[in-house]
């Protein structure tokens, strides 16, 4: 494992906002601060007029990439062997071996339905082909998006829920909760295997935050973003591991969904 020197932690906000006074101090001046506390102006992510300083939030964008080192990631998922993730690390996708797992697990369903949905899925694969998405906020796992540890891929579920319009004699997502263990992934994902667009969406984040507390203006935003890493993550990177036992159901009005596996090989005694 590696711990790298400067990780973002996006639930780690007064520590964030106090590494901009490091950063970014030469170009939020007090001269700037007091611009904008004086405005009192709504300091958006999206529009950046509240901004005394031309381009100043690419110019931002910069400095917070070239202060972090990684970003502090969860990624919710089902796996069948959680041990393959500390020897292998976390692959981006495969479709083809996400499709030989589907035509397994779905063996018993016609032939002809299977590969009716391989067929359709063969755009997305390629538009998804080495990726893989991750949260900043553990919690967004366990209370709005909990299918992903429920159920697992993303991919998997989209071309289970195509195959009930072929036969509704079963809700086939619900399959793919009797394979593997819930598991989240706690990682400090390198800032390179982020697209620039993403790292400078989430600099724009942080800097509307700074401006609301100078401003002294909140506009309520607390949901945790959501990445797209761009390839696999080497093991060294995987910090911790976790079993949640309640999870948030959204897939049936998030109700709980009660984890009773809550232990893996990977676990410590």
């Known amino acids: 494992m590696i711990m790298s020197l400067s990780v973002f932690d996006w639930n780690n906000k007064k520590l964030w906002i106090s590494d901009i006074d490091i950063y970014a101090k030469n170009l939020l001046t007090p ?20 901004l005394p300083i031309l381009d100043g939030e690419e110019q931002f964008a910069e400095a917070f990439r070239g202060y972090y080192d990684s970003i502090r990631s969860f990624h919710g998922c089902r796996p069948v062997n959680v041990l ?11 479709s083809e071996a996400l499709h030989q797992s589907f035509l397994e697990i779905y063996s018993d369903v016609p032939k002809s339905f299977l590969e009716s949905v391989v067929f359709e899925f063969a755009n997305r694969s390629k538009a998804e082909r080495g990726k893989f998405w991750v949260v900043l906020g553990e919690d967004e796992l366990i209370d709005n998006c909990g299918h992903y540890v429920i159920q697992g891929s993303e991919y998997l579920m989209a071309m289970a829920a195509s195959l009930w319009r072929y036969d509704k004699s079963e809700d086939y997502r619900l399959r ?20 620039d667009a ?61 984890n009773i596996l809550n232990k893996c090989p990977a676990c410590d005694d």
């Open 84 to 94: 393959t993730y500390f020897s292998q690390g976390v692959q981006g996708q495969i």
């Open 31 to 50: 001269k700037v601060k007091n611009l904008i506390s004086r405005s009192r102006s709504e300091c958006w992510s999206d529009d950046f007029s509240w």
């Open 198 to 258: 993403q790292v400078s969406a989430l600099s724009r984040l942080v800097l509307s935050a700074w401006g609301e507390l100078v401003a002294k203006k909140p506009l309520g935003f607390d949901h945790s973003p959501c990445l797209t890493v761009s390839g696999s993550i080497d093991p060294k990177y995987i910090v911790s591991h976790r079993h949640p036992g309640i999870i948030k159901d959204p897939h049936f009005g998030f109700v709980p969904y009660i």
């Open 176 to 195: 793919l909760r009797k394979i593997g263990t819930p598991t989240i992934f706690e990682m400090h994902v390198p800032v390179a295997c982020f697209a």
